[in-house]
């Protein structure tokens, strides 16, 4: 079971793009044009004559913070992983990205600390550095460049249905407010964590897929710095630092410094609990100077965008394959499926592989008249890994923090994960094997082979 995991998971981060892709749709219509929406609306464009994106947003309005998605203004990094679904998809934006500002930062110029120490050099993948709304302006260019790709500017309200499948959205028009209906061939919900499609199909007489929650309590605070010109090719571009809750700094138990574009830095300081990050700038700067130096560093410039908090109360999952009547022709997809604790920035990366599970699913010759069992089955692999590395880790702190007692099985994983984490300062192939998982470039599951905790725990003794 777990070996079939494995397989999917590496199946579709390997993925190419179809071939000859099969023409299944007269139109289909995407549900939200944020990052989830837009790759969805790529994935289909292959597969429908037209490809309509109802977003609700006024969208693209530089400066200002977008009412649909209110965590875009937090620090946010692409994952290894994402970045090659997301170039495989849009080929070029990678290289158009760093023409616009954007910094690659190859593995020399990335550091992960753990409690002040840096790891030794783990994955070889270079890591896309840009402010959200930037990757997602870029991400929207391009797909909205594809010529069968249009936007509606509207709320979703709901859906009509024939046989047991979706056949029409209704809509209100931004502005007028005026109620119509879109006939339409297949449905994509990303309409983020707060998609109102469960209470829509419960409504409508369907299964409402099951919401798991896990507390994380998460307190971010992100601002942006200038980025001296003088900045050596050879320099630091990309740091995380993670604290044990033990050490805190001030509260704070996870940093992150990214150089982004017109020259600037992002600076991301988190806090679980009660724990606020810091919200002066005094009391951001103090932190950072306490975390590794290029903190330090970052913050030493301009302030170009005040501190901005954010929390999070819980992380979110919905799980659509124990529906035993659920309409046809429909999927979720991103945050819309699973929002995951955001420190461990997996939601772009999940999202773009939600895209290459459509894809599998729609060129393995579907059955349209039946709920979409066989693609929830493959985005649960894809939900599942990343959900055990980020509710797993949230878990273990949360406990650390709270002292809560802990089942013996799961303190024997937590203790296999310490031996890996401790090895990864001095080794380089556990080291490799940490942050391929982290990347989600591989499947969780490769850290629990006894070799691997064999290894760490030789390393960690000096034997
Ligand atoms: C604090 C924080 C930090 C994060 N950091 C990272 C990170 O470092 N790396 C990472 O990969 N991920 C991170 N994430 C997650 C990331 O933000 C999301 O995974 C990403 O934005 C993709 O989400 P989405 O497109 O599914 O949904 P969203 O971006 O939330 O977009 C949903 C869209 O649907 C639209 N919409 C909603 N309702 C309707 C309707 N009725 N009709 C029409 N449109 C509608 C909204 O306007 C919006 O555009 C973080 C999240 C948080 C909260």
Not at 56 to 84: F, M, T, W, Y
Not at 296 to 320: C, E, M, N, P, W
Request: with cysteine.
């Amino acid at each position: 079971m777990i070996l079939d995991q494995i397989e999917a998971f590496d199946r579709l981060v390997k993925s190419e793009l179809p071939s000859r892709p099969a023409q299944l749709f007269g139109k289909a219509c995407v549900l939200g044009g944020s990052i989830a929406g837009l790759l969805a609306a790529r994935v289909l464009s292959d597969h429908a004559r037209e490809v309509v994106v109802v977003e609700s947003d006024e969208v693209n309005v530089k400066g200002r913070p977008r009412a649909g998605v209110p965590q875009d203004r937090q620090g946010h990094g692409l994952l290894p992983g994402g970045g090659a679904q997301i170039e495989r998809w849009l080929p070029g934006i990678t290289k158009e990205a760093e023409s616009l500002g954007a910094v690659l930062a190859d593995p020399e110029r990335q550091a992960i600390y753990v409690d002040g120490y840096r790891q030794a050099r783990g994955s070889d993948a270079a890591i896309l550095m840009g402010s959200r709304p930037f990757l997602e302006s870029r991400i929207r260019e391009r797909v909205l460049a594809l010529p069968n790709v249009s936007t509606v500017a509207a709320r979703a309200t709901g859906f009509e249905y024939r046989d047991e499948a979706v056949c029409a959205v209704r809509y209100a028009t931004s502005g007028t407010g005026k109620e119509s209906v879109m006939a339409t061939d297949f449905v994509v919900d990303a309409m983020g964590r707060s998609s109102r499609l469960s209470e829509w199909v419960e409504r409508d007489g369907y299964d409402r897929p099951r919401l798991e929650r896990v507390r994380t309590g998460i307190n971010y605070a992100t601002a942006h710095f200038e980025r001296s010109v003088n900045h050596r090719a050879e320099d630091l571009v990309s740091a995380l630092a993670r604290v044990s809750p033990s050490l805190s700094i001030d509260g704070v138990t996870v940093g992150a410094v990214n150089a982004i574009e017109d020259n600037q830095w992002l600076v991301m300081l988190m806090a679980y609990g009660e724990n606020g990050a810091a919200t002066s700038m005094e009391n951001f700067r103090s932190a950072c100077g306490k975390l590794p130096p290029i903190f330090a560093k970052a913050t030493s410039g301009a302030v170009t965008r005040d501190i901005l908090t954010y929390h999070q109360a819980d992380s979110r999952r919905r799980v659509f394959a124990g529906c035993s009547h659920y309409p046809a022709r429909l999927i979720s997809v991103g945050d819309a499926v699973a929002s995951y604790s955001p420190v461990y920035g997996q939601g772009i990366t999940s999202a773009a592989l939600h895209g290459s599970c459509l894809s599998q699913y729609l060129t393995s010759g579907p059955d349209l008249t039946t709920a979409a069992g066989a693609f929830f089955a493959l985005q649960e692999v894809v939900v599942d890994a990343a959900w055990a590395v980020s509710a797993g880790g949230d878990a273990a702190m949360m406990d650390e923090i709270t002292g809560a007692e802990v089942p013996e099985d799961i303190q024997r994983q937590r203790w296999g994960m310490q031996q890996i984490a401790q090895a990864t300062l001095t080794d380089e192939t556990v080291s490799r094997a940490f942050t391929e998982v982290a990347y989600m470039l591989a499947h969780p599951s490769v850290l629990g082979d006894p070799s691997l905790i064999e290894r760490a725990v030789a390393v960690n003794r000096g034997t």
